[in-house]
């Protein structure tokens, strides 16, 4: 079932609450005060906190999948492919901070299997387009062939992973997009031919 726009209201505000306060903090007396109602009109739109949290995972996901939907384009090489990939995730992450932190805690505190799920959905999508991106290039001549698409791709995505968690542990003092674009100039002398 689609979300209200009522939801998404307090999807958003939720996110915030994780960005600025930590996700220690998102409780529904606090969400509830950020939104300047009683925490029973909270529960007529989520049934629990995990009902909250599911449904904030599902609204990231469903809103990366529209983004991520729009970058790929296998009509050119894979190498600028490849490229387009990896800075638009980047920018991305950047644009929608409040939802970069609240994947990566609840990746970090969340034990609810259906919520890691959902959010396990963005990494598999990307890993799973990021070998085949890869596998294409090693067939254009333009990837390395003596390592798999799969270590090359782990090699990539750690060091993105490495680079956002040091963005949001220092509150965006970490010049993402352009340590990325050092670590990405590092990576290509190691993976292109």
């Known amino acids: ?12 505000i939720a996110t915030e ?35 909250l949290m599911l449904k904030i995972a599902e609204f ?11 970058i790929l384009n296998p ?53 799973k387009d990021l070998v085949r991106i890869l596998k294409r290039g090693q067939k254009e001549g333009s990837i390395r062939c003596d390592l798999s698409s799969a270590i090359i791709a782990e090699i990539i995505l750690s060091t993105l992973e490495v680079a956002i968690t040091r963005w949001i542990l220092t509150d965006g003092d970490y010049d993402l997009e352009n340590k990325w674009q050092i670590n990405w100039k590092t990576l290509k002398d190691i993976i292109m031919i």
């Open 1 to 12: 079932m689609p979300l209200s726009d009522r939801q998404k209201e307090i999807i958003i």
């Open 17 to 51: 609450i994780i960005c600025k306060k930590g996700i220690q903090n998102l409780t529904m007396r606090n969400l509830a005060d950020a939104l300047d109602v009683t925490e029973p009109a909270i529960y007529r739109h989520f049934e629990s906190k995990d009902d």
């Open 60 to 70: 990231i996901v469903k809103n990366w999948n529209k983004v991520y939907a729009d």
């Open 75 to 127: 009509d050119i090489p894979a190498k600028e492919e490849l490229q387009l990939l990896l800075n638009s995730v980047v920018k991305y992450f950047v644009n929608n901070r409040y939802f970069s932190h609240t994947i990566f805690s609840f990746g970090s505190i969340v034990n609810n299997k259906k919520i890691l799920n959902a959010l396990g959905q963005i990494e598999s999508l990307g890993r």
